[in-house]
């Protein structure tokens, strides 16, 4: 094919997308030295009083209870979250697919039928839910940052998709994600870079960055990403979000694209990102009780668990012990992370809980063991994608391109079956010895438990520059074990308390790297979040966790 094939397609589909936007939601914007745009929809003339007031409605269930009670119309909801979604793009560019007449239809006909029966088609009811560009939509193309899959439009809904029509909902914009999928940060060939939008310079993350910078921007109140090794928690954790990275095959992923498909030993999960844990709940309960294993013979046969989500085997929720892992043996967590870690263990202390320390084991060897199974054959999935227009491979997340990023997962010549084999066999001894290592710590929570959850860096710092995220380790090595985990927020870096400390001795030249990576006065505003880790398929558990944490952080900040 020829070399300028896949630049003529880049053209086309950038020229469709702009077209898709209303022109009358084109907004002057900021100059680009204004960092910080969070707050510039509200502010830029083009929502009304009622669209801001309802896209700043964060608490989810707040916002179905409007639209189930006919306070709010499903119209009026999804007009003033596309109009805010639009000006979201403008300033951090987060979306692909544009759908505004298909979205707004679908929000008229629930209208229609709520005026006529007084009732709501399902429990997420007229919600405007955003999906991450590779959970189809029919009739829609879902590129996955490739420009060798545009003009390859879907012919059917992924299951994700029909469940969400199912339950009332509203999917109304896909969004921006790296090339392959197999990045922390979110850059393509086809529609460019996504910024984080509390400070322009910083990545948003990856791989499902556009929902983190979407939502970060209230531009949608929920929407859905996948997570390989950390790609729903770090866009959650960036942008000051919740996120949650369910088990393998907790919820259907049938009829998605995705990279390594065929690679059933460490396959990525989707997950739902809000701005409030609510949004998380309310999204679980409504796909699970929809049966999603019916529609997808790899989804685990699992329904909401009421009793697990009341903590029925963690004591009921009346006294937990967390365990908090500082650092992971190998990279010390920058000094906004570290402040994160310790608020949050003086809040729970002081909700009484027992909060102790979390010693890691073998986190590297898990980390090179996942990345080994993936790159078992990754080289080989790219190639065969990127020679179907010569576009080239994406190398570097660097803006200049100028040097490699050395990113610690490294394309090889593959294995051969029996190699990858011990591969996997190794990763099983390791997850059964971590199991082991976990149920021990119960001789020291006093809880006659093990400890309950683990308190985590999502990564060993704020959101870096763009083309600066080095670390996985931190989000990948609870993918290897299959674990739970849900992103939670916490705070933002203020350099007047986030000072550079000292250099320390460090554990390796990551260590090393990450330290001098950090400047106060360079991460400004960044979010920074942490998440909490259970045990396999305890997604119940984790959320109803996530939420004891959340409000303690709040009343300890309320009495601060």
Known sequence: MAETEWKRLVEEKRRRQQAAIPQEWR????????????????????????????????????????????????????????????????????????????ALARAAELDEYYKRTGNVIGPLHGLPISLKDQICIKGLETTMGYASWVGKYSDHDAVMTEILYDCGAIPFVMTNVPQTLMWSETFNHVFGRTSNPANRTLTCGGSSGGEGALIGMRGSPLGIGSDLGGSVRYPSSFNGLYGLRPSYGRLPYGGCVNSLQGQDSAPSSLGPLSGSVSGIKVFMEAVLAQEPWLRDPLCVRKKWDENAYKLADHGGGGKLCFAIMWDDGSVVPQPPVRRALEMTKRALEAAGHTVIDWKPLKHQELYDNLATIWMAGAIDDIAATTAESGEPRITSMSPTASALIDTGVH??????????????????????????????????????????????????????????????????????????????????????????????????????????????????????????????????????????????????????
């Not at 030295?33 to 009622?50: A, E, I, K, N, Y």
């Not at 082991?436 to 929570?445: G, L, P």
């Not at 997604?539 to 996530?546: D, F, K, L, R, S």
Request: charged share 20%; hydrophobic share 40%.
């Open 27 to 102: 907004v002057v914007l900021p100059p680009p030295d204004v960092l910080d745009v969070r707050q510039f929809p509200d502010t830029c003339g083009l929502l009304t009083d009622r669209e801001v007031e309802i896209t700043n409605t964060v608490d989810v269930l707040a916002l179905l209870a409007k639209l189930a009670s006919g306070q709010w119309s499903a119209v009026e909801v999804t007009t003033a979250f596309y109009k805010r979604a639009i000006v979201s793009h403008q300033l951090v560019n987060c979306l692909t697919e544009i759908l505004v007449d298909r």
């Open 411 to 560: 394309y090889g010549p593959g294995l051969s079956a029996y190699e990858l084999w011990q591969v996997q066999r190794r990763r099983t001894l390791l997850r059964e010895e971590y199991l082991k290592h976990w149920r021990a710590t119960a001789a020291h929570t006093g809880t006659g438990r093990p400890v309950d959850a683990i308190i985590a860096p999502v990564a060993p710092s704020p959101p870096p520059p763009h083309g600066m995220t080095k670390i996985s380790t931190y989000t990948l090595v609870w993918s290897s074990l299959d674990y739970s985990c849900c992103a939670f927020p916490v705070t933002s870096v203020d350099p007047a308390l986030d000072a550079k400390k000292p250099p320390h001795a460090f554990l390796s030249e990551a260590d090393k790297e990450n330290y001098e990576l950090y400047k106060p006065d360079r991460f400004r505003n960044a979010p920074v979040g942490l998440q909490l880790v259970g045990r396999t398929l305890e997604e119940e558990a984790v959320i109803a966790m996530t939420e004891i944490v959340d409000a303690a952080l709040k009343a300890h900040e309320a009495t601060a």
